[in-house]
């Protein structure tokens, strides 16, 4: 019979569809490297029930979710960011059944899933890879990539003079089925990352279908990578400065990046999350990697219909200093949150120098003033209005490790720039969790089991036990801010009011449609020296010891007003 009254089930989907406040709005996300986080099988790699064991811990800290870093068939050439099939678990990191388990787990706990999705490229051992190589020039198959002859008499220069985002040139010759040397293939990261020819209709099919498959297994979103690549100028042009393009990791080359039709995209994707939001009231979220010169660029990505969010890169790249802090946030608030959206903010990453070393002194163990700056940061960060991504470790107050040796390191950036740039590894070693010596409880193994990067001694400092035992430490700082943030209504979304503050302080209140007296005020003092709160009572919370009336040098604090 047919039942013309809703479920309590449809009701509340309804509700959740017509609500105006979707939780990824103002979400702390962790993003989980998963090679790195806790390996559970020995072997020395983090893995994913090794993250499901983690859980619970991550819940204590109090984020809302989690973002998965790639976990799918990869030869892992850059650990995972070149995929050779989209719809599955690696060995290395356990299977589907435990990936269900996963995200069970996470349910359970009220935690949000968030997957990394790599449209932009795929592995060289990817399938439709493998069948491009064996194909003809002009191929069906090689439509699927990048494939174009040489330059000069005999095709031995590439096709044109882009640069790879990882060092060298943007393109592999390849060898042809007559073992004579044929066409070329455009990678903008390693050779072992081929780029998709997004205007071959069969590669959004393909990519329609990854969405599905992970969707029905019930994620909460996809992070995307490099989502301000995927088309590039139709015909591959040669790049106005290739000097530029190769002097920096930013994609700058205006052939190869940010192109117009990337933006159709975003909105097919949109729709398809829009589509099972409207099946079941769960809203789904796209977080885009989005690399373009300005904020403004930046918010075309965060229009109503597409991308929900990206992650404004500019507060992680700016230099130590109020002036410049204030500068980016205002554009970010500016330009990105008035799209509708809302500006998602990020410290740390897996490819970024960790905080504590960045804002600090270059020393193996990382400086105090690296770590007090570090731990304002953060407090601003959570104090501010959108959504925030902290990096595991970051709540541990781990430094870059800077000190490893050259033949450990496997960053592709490493060996593709002649031993120059050794930027990665040093954030991506494996977590500290417990215990006086390597591995730190990072690996179940027997005593000795070797974690994939080598952890130094002073790890034992930042181990999570005690971390959780000691109230001064880094993770009690972000649990404590946690818990605010989702207890005072000031730090949801909304606006912010800059107050008027001595150079090289920071401040502003937050807390929309309250009285100014109840809103929540956060104040940074970027110099050394103390000076005056902007707010005369205790603060609920600070970064570093802070005296009622004072705020003391690289020390952030948040109040209740009572300007
Ligand atoms: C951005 C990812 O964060 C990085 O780790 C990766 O190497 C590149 N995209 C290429 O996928």
Redesign the pocket.
């Known amino acids: 019979m047919h039942n013309c009254c809703p479920s309590q089930r449809q009701v509340n989907g309804l509700n959740n569809v017509l609500n105006r406040h979707p939780w990824w709005r103002d979400a702390v996300i962790y993003q989980v490297y998963v090679r790195s986080f806790l390996d559970s099988t020995g072997d020395g790699i983090g893995d994913l029930a090794g993250v499901r064991a983690g859980l619970p811990y991550l819940k204590k800290l109090g984020v809302d979710g989690i973002w998965l870093s790639p976990f799918y068939p990869s030869p892992q050439h850059?650990?995972g960011?070149d995929v050779a099939g989209y719809c599955d678990v690696d060995p290395l990191f356990g299977d589907l059944a435990e990936f269900d388990l996963l995200t069970a787990a996470a349910r359970r706990l009220g935690m949000k899933v968030l997957l990394d999705i790599?449209p932009?490229?795929c592995s060289d051992e990817h399938p439709w890879f493998r069948q491009a190589l064996a194909a003809a020039p002009g191929s069906r198959e090689r439509g699927r990539f990048h494939f174009a002859d040489g330059r000069g008499p005999d095709g031995s220069e590439p096709p044109n003079n882009w640069h790879s985002?990882f060092g060298g040139p943007a393109w592999t010759r390849v060898t042809e089925a007559d073992g004579r040397p044929g066409q070329w293939y455009l990678h903008m990261?390693a050779p072992e990352?081929p780029d998709w020819n997004w205007r071959t209709p069969e590669v959004a099919a393909e990519f329609d279908q990854v969405l599905r498959f992970w969707l029905d297994r019930g994620v909460d979103g996809f992070r995307v990578?490099?989502a301000a690549g995927l088309f590039k100028h139709p015909e591959l042009p040669d790049s106005p400065d290739p000097e530029a393009d190769a002097r920096t990791r930013d994609s700058v080359n205006p052939l190869a990046w940010n192109q117009p039709e990337v933006h159709d995209v975003w909105r097919h994707w949109r729709a398809v999350c829009e589509e099972y939001t409207a099946r079941d009231g769960r809203e789904r979220l796209l977080v885009g990697?989005v690399s373009v010169p300005t904020a403004r660029d930046h918010a075309l990505y965060v229009r109503p219909d597409e991308l929900h969010q990206a992650f404004f890169f500019d507060l992680l790249s700016a230099p130590w200093n109020a002036d410049a802090f204030r500068k980016v946030i205002g554009e970010a608030m500016q330009d990105i949150a008035g799209t509708g959206s809302t500006v998602t903010w990020v410290l740390n990453?897996?490819?970024q120098v960790r905080t504590v070393t960045r804002y600090g002194e270059p020393t193996p163990e990382g400086s105090g003033l690296g770590a007090a700056r570090a731990r304002a940061a953060a407090l601003l960060m959570l104090a501010l209005p959108g959504a925030a991504y902290i990096y595991q470790g970051e709540e541990l107050g781990l430094p870059e490790v800077v000190d490893l040796p050259d033949d450990v390191l496997t960053d592709p950036i490493f060996r593709r720039t002649g031993s120059r740039a050794r930027i990665?590894d040093g954030c991506r070693v494996p977590l500290p969790w417990s215990g006086q010596a390597s591995p730190f409880g990072f690996t179940s193994g027997a005593e000795g089991a070797r974690p994939w990067l080598p952890q130094p001694d002073y790890f034992a400092e930042y181990a999570t036990d005690r971390a959780l035992a000691d109230t001064r430490s880094f993770w009690h700082l972000y649990r404590d801010g946690l818990q605010l943030r989702s207890r005072l209504p000031q730090l949801g979304d909304g606006a912010l009011e800059w107050l008027d503050t001595p150079p090289g302080v920071l401040g502003f209140v937050r807390g929309d449609g309250l009285n100014r007296g109840d809103g929540l005020v956060c104040a940074v003092n970027f110099g050394t020296a103390p000076t005056p709160a902007p707010v005369s009572g205790t603060p609920l919370l600070a970064s570093g010891p802070c005296p009622a009336g004072v705020l003391p040098g690289s020390t952030a604090a948040w109040w209740i007003n009572d300007l």
Do not use: P, W
């Open positions: 850059d650990h960011y790599v932009n490229h985002m990261f990352q990578d490099v990697e990453n897996h490819d990665r």
